[in-house]
């Protein structure tokens, strides 16, 4: 979409209810002392993200926030799903790391080339605040997904399979276009 075409409330309404769903934190399960940390450091920023993607939603008379809050079509939600059920902290943040959250920076990124300053100036300082956040992470993930990953095999495998149903795209959730 060129910089600055419109795109319709609706439209921009799903995809800011998808990135506030994405950004709702998840229970950190048994995981090492130092995965915990990590965690919980993630979960307040992406608790952060989400709370700023509510504040976006769009106000109209008769339209709830609630049922725009859903996951995004195709199969991120099941990804999201599996990542929170792995119980190894090593392919758990390798996941997130190596597949989550550069997908999500470029799904933040392909937005931000196609957003209209004058209809999304509020979303856009939204995306470049959520995609820092989100960026920030990856390298401190990646290590510790390292250090946690010795004497634990399968996850080079465990994050290509993660990496399967996202083949030939580049974000997290299907392309922002215009409507």
Avoid at 28 to 47: D, I, K, M, N, Y
Avoid at 97 to 112: F, K
Wanted: hydrophobic share 45%.
């Amino acid at each position: 979409m060129p910089v600055g075409d419109w795109r319709p409330i609706g439209a921009l309404a799903s995809q800011v209810g998808a990135y506030c769903w994405a950004g709702q934190p998840a229970e950190a399960g048994p995981l090492a002392a130092e995965a915990t940390v990590f965690w919980a450091t993630a979960s307040r920023r992406h608790a952060r993200s989400a709370e700023s993607w509510r504040d976006r939603l769009p106000v109209r008379a008769g339209v709830e926030h609630g049922p725009l809050i859903v996951a995004p079509p195709g199969p991120v939600a099941e990804l999201l799903d599996g990542l929170a059920a792995e119980l190894d902290p090593g392919r758990r943040l390798a996941g997130l790391s190596q597949v989550v959250l550069p997908r999500l920076g470029a799904t933040y990124a392909e937005h931000l080339e196609s957003a209209s300053p004058v209809s999304e100036g509020a979303v856009m300082a939204a995306l470049t605040a959520a995609s820092g956040r989100a960026l920030g992470q990856i390298g401190p993930g990646r290590d510790l997904a390292q250090r946690l990953a010795v004497g634990h095999p399968g996850g080079a495998e465990f994050v290509q399979a993660l990496e399967r149903p996202f083949e030939g795209s580049v974000g997290l959730f299907p392309g922002v276009r215009p409507s």
